[in-house]
């Protein structure tokens, strides 16, 4: 097995005593027991505030060429959602496409400058997706370039986390909207990229700083400190995936993979068919036309039973109709919950199906998505 | 936590308490601790065989699912049913409260094969060596 690869925080994650895993070829904290593991890590993001290290995800910046409009060309081109209705300082969720119409992977657009775009991508899709970028768009006028190794990149994220990013910056957080973000001194950090961004269905901020050891640390220890009044903890990918889970955000590898496409992931209303022709629009057009044979829906055990990712979903008679792509309990809701692709037959609220569990059926029914939302107070859409 | 000198212990980290051929059987701190919150368990019903090796039940934290395999053969004579509502209780007690099943044992005998207390912490320290080189 080649080398597992390190944040530049991975010294301080396993100081504080975090239980380690490999996560798509990187060494990344599960959980940390000093937090009171992933529940109580689950329950501070959703109740007060969290903080995340996830400077594993890749950051790809496409810039002009020759002549201004190159990039949002680009970036029209090889992203699904239309990136021409964002405005200098916002952001969009996004996807780019093979010809299939299935997903290389989903992405952040963030519009830094007038022709200028940063996508935030996946771990473990970082040279894929750096190499897809630079291939679909080697014909236009456009500059690419990789930065994921200068950013070390943190999500503080929860009901209070603009109170606690408001403490370590200058910039005035109550004027940035949900998906958008600014650019601000942070911890004395001049021109630091802070987003209001995240992936937890939370209120959540997430900031950009420079990726050495020593400036990585020190923004941690702040953010740290001034959480402390909040009760702040460090939380790790497990309670990363059980809140992305019931926000319903998918997982790449999960609900959209190379295999799946965009009306069965149900991401229809980030792709934008009529702003002209991208990349796996044409595919979209004839699969909306020969309609879907599976789709993505929530579903909830009925039976005492834990449906997870990978297990068969079947109907009445014991015949196979799907396969679970994210299952766990749930602890905000106290269920054990799912995501799964099944027939458009099963799709309806309140359909029941059952989950194979270790060669048994276990009862289950459909429910509506996402299984949590957080209060309409801070709630606003994702994305543009 | 401590490993109880008095028990016996398996490379799949459960623990054997053996009174004459009555043996207890639970899942040690360590396991406990490699889980994480333990939010479900499975496990057979009283009058049960288990066969030493084979799975006999299911330990499920938030993120994994664990088969707990029988360190010996027996029948099974009472099952812990508080831990259908309260499995939080193999994080808080896994080597007392959290006890699994008790097991009339085949032959009582075989147990001697089993790690003392001393060989198996032994044995979690070599493998916490191994994943963390």
């Excluded at chain 1, 990187?26 to 501070?44: C, F, N, Q, R, T």
Aim: net charge negative; with cysteine.
């Amino acid at each position: 097995m080649s080398e597992l690869r390190k944040t530049s925080l991975n010294a301080l994650h396993r100081r504080l005593g975090a239980k380690m895993v490999n996560f798509g070829g990187w060494d990344m904290p599960v959980e940390y027991p000093s937090s009171g593991g992933l529940i109580a890590e689950h329950k501070a993001v959703r109740g007060s505030v969290g903080v995340f290290d996830v400077s594993h995800m890749g950051d790809i910046r496409i810039h002009s060429g020759k002549k201004p409009g190159g990039a949002l060309a680009a970036v029209q081109h090889i992203a699904m959602n239309d990136a021409s209705k964002l405005a200098i300082g916002q952001a969009q969720y996004s996807a780019m496409l093979y010809p299939e119409g299935t997903f290389v992977d989903d992405v952040i657009v963030h519009r830094l400058g007038e022709d200028d775009y940063l996508l935030v991508i996946n771990a473990g899709t970082r040279e894929k997706d750096t190499n897809w970028v630079r291939e679909s768009t080697k014909e236009l006028d456009c500059v690419v370039e990789e930065l994921s190794d200068a950013y070390t990149q943190l999500a503080i994220q929860g009901p209070r986390s603009a109170e606690v990013a408001q403490k370590l910056t200058d910039a005035d957080l109550s004027t940035i909207k949900n998906y958008w973000f600014t650019r601000g001194t942070v911890c004395g950090l001049k021109n630091t990229l802070i987003a209001r961004t995240g992936y937890t269905g939370e209120d959540g901020f997430e900031i950009y700083v420079p990726s050495d050891v020593a400036t990585s640390e020190r923004i941690w220890n702040q953010v740290m400190e001034a959480g402390r009044a909040f009760g702040i903890v460090p939380c790790g990918l497990g309670a990363r995936n059980t809140l992305r889970l019931e926000s319903k955000m998918a997982l790449y590898g999960h609900e959209i993979s190379e295999k799946i496409i965009v009306w069965e992931a149900g991401l229809d209303r980030y792709c934008k068919m009529e702003k002209g022709d991208f990349m796996g629009r044409a595919a979209l057009e004839r699969a909306k036309a020969a309609g879907v044979t599976r789709t993505l829906v929530g579903i909830e055990m009925i039976d005492r039973g834990i449906a997870r990712d990978e297990y068969c979903c079947c109907n009445e008679a014991g015949e196979r109709i799907g396969v679970v792509t994210s299952g766990s309990p749930s602890p905000t809701l106290g269920k054990n919950i799912a995501l799964a692709y099944v027939p458009p037959a099963f799709s309806a609220v309140g359909t029941v199906l059952y989950v194979e569990i270790r060669g048994q059926k276990y009862k289950a029914q459909v429910v509506a998505t996402p299984f949590y939302k957080r209060p309409k107070k801070a709630a606003a859409p994702q994305g543009a | 936590m401590a490993h109880p000198k008095s028990f016996r212990y398996t490379k799949e980290h459960e623990w054997l308490d053996v009174k004459g051929d009555l043996a207890t059987i639970g899942i040690t701190d360590h396991a406990q601790h490699e889980l994480g919150d333990v939010v479900f368990v499975e496990l057979p019903k009283p009058g049960a065989k288990i066969e030493t090796g084979k799975s006999f039940g299911t330990v499920e934290s938030v993120k994994a699912v664990s088969e707990i395999y029988a360190p010996a053969s027996g029948e099974v004579i009472e099952v812990n049913s508080e831990l259908q509502n309260k499995p939080e209780t193999i994080n808080s007690d896994p080597h007392g409260a959290a006890w699994l099943i008790k097991v009339r044992l085949t032959n009582a005998a075989t147990i001697s094969d089993l790690m003392d207390a001393a060989a198996y912490e032994a044995f979690i320290a070599e493998k916490g060596k191994e994943t963390s080189a």
